[in-house]
């Protein structure tokens, strides 16, 4: 004998074919601080308060509080950078700063709720100096990755790679955001590397299909962030490549 549901007639009351809506959880809102350079060299700073967005979180969330980024003076906190400061990179000699990001992070209210990590490099760990000292990064950096096999899937000899995707537990540590955490992002003209505790991180770019990404009717809201573009074309090329942790794995494991 069959199963039956709802009674002898075996159908199913029409209201009980009809889901309770499920309530999604909201992003939690997040307070975007931005300081940069108009196109005609002025500065302009203000404060957004925006649901938190992948594509905006990745303009912001690179390098936490206390970092040094190398300049032409010596190394500077990156809290301590303002735009219009030159600013070294690794290939491309001292670049003037065109804009810096910030926000903070913090531990979800209660059970629910991605926990942001961060990425602890330990001094030395990748070689002499490299970090020194201990080099902490958001959940959006990423490092410079040189492999053998590289070129072959990428056509150049080092690619961009989340510093999430290197995390091995010893020399390089992921972090749980605990309490409030402040964390910054930096925008040159196009994509460059700069150097934070003698590591080579990757600058603020969107990426080259950034205008296809991201909506349209969030657009203009995503551009009113960086006072030192008028549009997408306004953050420059790319010379790097990116990895993804999947890719990297691969490369890895080939």
């Not at 990745?58 to 300049?71: D, K, Q, R, S, V």
Request: hydrophobic share 45%; glycine share 12%; aromatic share 6%.
């Amino acid at each position: 004998m069959g199963t039956h549901f709802g009674g002898a007639s075996g159908f199913v009351p029409q209201q009980a074919l009809t889901a309770s809506p499920v309530a999604r959880p909201q992003p939690p809102m997040r307070r975007y601080e931005v300081w940069g350079m108009t196109p005609d060299g002025s500065p302009q700073s203000f404060i957004r308060a925006m649901p938190a967005d992948p594509h905006v979180d990745e303009a912001f969330c690179a390098f936490a509080h206390g970092t040094l980024i190398a300049t032409p003076q010596g190394p500077v906190a990156v809290e301590d950078l303002v735009p219009g400061m030159e600013v070294d990179t690794a290939g491309a000699g001292a670049r003037p700063l065109l804009w810096v990001g910030s926000t903070v992070l913090a531990p979800p209210a209660g059970q629910r709720g991605e926990i942001a990590m961060l990425t602890r490099l330990t001094a030395d760990s990748l070689g002499l100096g490299r970090p020194m000292p201990d080099l902490v990064l958001g959940p959006r950096a990423r490092l410079l990755m040189r492999h053998p096999r590289c070129h072959a899937l990428t056509g150049s000899e080092a690619a961009f790679a989340p510093a999430t995707g290197f995390v091995d537990g010893t020399a390089l540590i992921a972090l749980r955001v605990m309490r409030p955490t402040r964390v910054y992002h930096l925008a040159l003209n196009g994509q460059q590397v700069l150097l934070a505790n003698g590591v080579e991180v990757e600058s603020y770019h969107p990426g080259e299909n950034a205008g296809l990404l991201i909506d349209n009717g969030n657009r203009p809201r995503f551009l009113s962030l960086f006072p030192h573009v008028s549009g997408f074309g306004g953050f420059g090329p790319m010379q790097v490549p990116r990895l993804t942790v999947f890719e990297m794995e691969k490369l890895n494991a080939a």
